[in-house]
């Protein structure tokens, strides 16, 4: 079944999509969420609304979500399957449909260990290969997980996320086909810094034909600086940042490393954009959301397409 996705009918049309990211903030203010999402208005075609990323409670991606609807903005709803059953989250999904929204991103989420609430109890009635199986059950044959019948079914894009760096890496490929077949519609990927170990990936799944069944969008985050390069390769679990990439942003002064961290960045798009299965980019600027205009612009994807 067709959903009523934008981000659908430009993947549909052949354009190269570009999604960014939200995060919502850590009190009650509307006024951030809006401030954030207008920075993004005519250069992405949809912004991800993050679930209280690393275990770390912020406003509900649900009612950010609401709020990037009500400018006018495509937000894609991301959910976890750590803090809700299936009772609450296929509420929710209603809950987000009656509002609009109709893309949405299935994930397990963070273990709380990692957060600011150690001790809250994990739920993980589903994992995120169910929660997609879930949504296009919903979707496609009207019902809900119990089996019962739904008025008005939510017709959303179905997203998930992919670690192609993860070990063990011969599993990656074999990990998107399982999540292709629960019904996933897009992927965007863990950010890429190792292209040449994202190639190798990428050209496994043109090889078992996964690139034909799911539009695959990667994953980009600008480095700030030779610190949070560094953070990143040695304490980021799952991320592959090459010793050369610190080296050549430590190897600039600290003032133009931010600077140097963008320029690495647009060489990395340029490169993707020639490989096979590549379908879009989904620009993470972590509480950097003012730079993403720039990379959209520098990196020739404007102008976004009306559809």
């Known amino acids: 079944m067709k959903t009523e996705s934008v981000l659908e ?36 075609d949809a912004i991800n609304v993050t679930d209280n990323q690393t275990a770390v409670v912020r406003m509900s991606s649900l009612s950010a979500c609401i709020l990037i609807k009500q400018l006018g903005l495509d937000p894609i709803l991301q959910m976890v399957t750590r803090d809700r059953n299936r009772l609450a989250m296929q509420s929710d999904i209603l809950g987000a449909y009656a ?65 192609p760096f993860a070990d063990p890496f011969e599993l990656r490929a074999i990990r998107l086909a399982k999540k292709v077949k629960a019904g996933v519609d897009f992927i965007q990927t863990q950010c890429i810094y190792n292209i040449d170990k994202f190639g190798k990936w ?21 480095l700030k600086s030779a610190g949070m390069a560094n953070y990143m390769r040695n304490k980021v679990p799952g991320m592959d940042v090459p010793e050369e990439l610190v080296k050549r942003m430590a190897g600039v002064p600290k003032k133009d490393q931010a600077d140097e961290g963008i320029k690495i960045c647009l060489e990395t798009i340029e490169q993707l954009k020639t490989m096979e299965g590549i379908r879009g980019f989904h620009i993470m600027a972590i509480e950097w959301e003012q730079k993403v205009p720039e990379i959209v612009e520098r990196a020739g994807l404007l102008p976004r397409p009306q559809v």
């Open 99 to 163: 509002h609009g929204i109709n893309n949405m991103l299935c994930l397990s989420g963070d273990h709380p260990c990692f957060g600011d609430h150690p001790m809250a109890a994990n739920v993980y009635d589903l994992d995120s290969m169910q929660l997609i199986q879930v949504v296009r059950k919903m979707r496609d044959e009207g019902r809900f997980q119990g089996g019962d019948e739904i008025e008005n079914p939510p017709k959303m894009f179905i997203g998930a996320a992919a670690n």
């Open 202 to 222: 990428m050209k496994e799944i043109c090889e078992r034909g996964l690139n034909e069944k799911v539009s695959i969008l990667a994953g980009i985050t600008p």
């Open 9 to 44: 009918k430009i993947l549909a049309a052949g354009h190269l999509a570009v999604t960014s990211e939200c995060g919502p903030p850590r009190g009650a203010l509307p006024e951030k969420v809006k401030e954030k999402a207008e920075m993004l208005r005519g250069y992405v």
